[in-house]
């Protein structure tokens, strides 16, 4: 069972930055692929980025030029950097993390994250 603790969230006003954190638990972090995902209210949850083992990246659309997602396997450690936030930016944002090994994935409990107008 891999635990993922999730924090960085709060409130913040369009145009400003957080920075997300999500620490795993167990071995070989490095293999493993990680994502930030979000979920609006009333919507579904949706993949906004993720990283490979080799450190490669792809983001959606929505956030391309504005959003940076980096690791550090030496922290079990991977970062979601949010600049130029938008109010539709609002939401709930997880940390999943599938394991190379065995397929399975995880999620963390979320961290709230509003942008106000």
């Known amino acids: 069972q891999v635990q993922l603790v999730e924090s960085g969230g709060g409130l913040v006003q369009a145009g400003g930055s957080l920075r997300l954190s999500c620490v795993a638990s167990?071995?070989?972090?490095?293999?493993?692929?990680m994502g930030w995902y979000r979920q609006a209210p009333g919507k579904q949850r949706e993949l906004v980025a993720s990283t490979g083992s080799g450190g490669s990246t792809s983001y959606a659309d929505s956030v391309k030029g504005r959003f940076t997602i980096s690791r550090d396997n030496a922290k079990n450690t991977v970062y979601l950097q949010m600049n130029s936030l938008k109010p539709e930016d609002t939401g709930v944002y997880y940390c999943k993390i599938r394991i190379a090994i065995s397929g399975n994935a995880y999620w963390g409990q979320g961290t709230q994250v509003t942008v106000s107008s």
């Open positions: 167990g071995n070989n972090f490095s293999l493993n692929i």
